[in-house]
């Protein structure tokens, strides 16, 4: 099955190198020469524009950052989507707004392709190991048709219905929660360490107690590490928290948690951790209380 994936990013390349992994021949789209030359080196074919892709692929996955880069890569001066053969399905696998996971949606109908509106959660660890969860929608036919790389890439396939936008929705919901429980998890730390507790002791407590997530087992240890290596970045959630706002505005729905959620990946983004690793957010605490960190001892 031949299969492209465009943005070969920490979860793209992970996911892409998955499906290389299980037999299927990738075809990676990513703009760094040294990007594109790691994905060669593990069996990927590389391409530099989206518009080198082949037209005879199976599935499409789209792995680009924001909205504006779907719009570019399918649809712009170099973009793959006319030259697709009718019935590829195309897999949009980015965090968007609803309105504009249907308007992309809508597009892609209209030439002929299939079309899965299917954002998905699990990291870089689930793209590497093909664990993610997709949440999807779309119509059966395109469910078909991409079964084989859902299988290949998640070990749950969330069905949610037959329009595009849906997907968005749930995953808009998902990115709420996951963004306040990392800014609340960072100031729960924050707030130990300046009363005097041992980080990793109020980490082994919190971890075995009612007060604890899933978000607070996963990012804590990259404090505790002093690793900031962006697994998911700071600014993923200053642009996903900032979705979930605007759609709140417009449904006229408050959302005072997130809010202030966003306001604090913001305060981090401004203060130079915007592509630092999300649990870094714990960096405007230190800036306003000056505490020290683990991995600034």
Do not use: Y
């Not at 792995?63 to 897999?91: D, I, R, S, Y």
């Not at 849906?166 to 100031?187: D, P, R, W, Y």
């Not at 900032?242 to 983004?269: E, K, Y």
Request: glycine share 10%; proline share 5%.
């Amino acid at each position: 099955m031949n299969v492209g994936v465009i943005g070969l990013g920490t979860m793209g390349m992970g996911l892409a190198l998955n499906l290389v992994k299980k037999q299927f021949r990738v075809f990676g789209c990513d703009l760094s020469a040294p990007v594109r030359d790691a994905f060669s080196a593990a069996g990927g074919h590389p391409v530099a524009t989206p518009a080198e892709l082949p037209g005879d692929l199976d599935a499409l996955i789209v792995f680009v950052v924001n909205a504006q880069q779907a719009e570019e890569v399918l649809f712009g001066p170099h973009g793959c989507a006319a030259q697709l053969a009718k019935g590829t399905v195309v897999l949009n696998c980015l965090t968007v707004a609803p309105e504009m996971a249907r308007s992309l949606a809508e597009r892609l109908l209209a030439t002929g392709l299939l079309v899965l509106d299917a954002p998905v959660s699990g990291g870089k660890a689930g793209a590497e190991t093909g664990t993610m969860t997709v949440m999807a929608s779309g119509s059966p036919d395109a469910f078909a048709k991409a079964d084989p790389v859902l299988h290949a890439i998640s070990t749950k396939v969330w069905r949610l219905g037959d329009a595009p936008g849906i997907g968005s929705t749930v995953k808009m919901v998902n990115q709420l929660l996951a963004g306040v429980h990392i800014a609340t998890a960072a100031e729960a730390m924050a707030l130990g360490i300046r009363a005097g507790a041992d980080p990793q002791t109020l980490f082994d407590v919190i971890s075995t107690s009612a007060g604890s997530s899933w978000m607070f087992q996963n990012r804590v240890p990259h404090i505790l590490a002093g690793d900031d290596t962006p697994l998911s970045a700071v600014n993923i959630f200053v642009k996903d928290l900032g979705i979930v706002l605007d759609q709140a505005r417009a449904l006229t729905f408050p959302l005072p948690m997130a809010s202030a959620a966003h306001q604090l990946f913001l305060a981090a983004a401004a203060n130079g951790q915007g592509g630092k690793d999300d649990a870094f957010v714990i960096r405007f605490w230190q800036a306003l209380a000056g505490i020290a960190l683990p991995g600034d001892r």
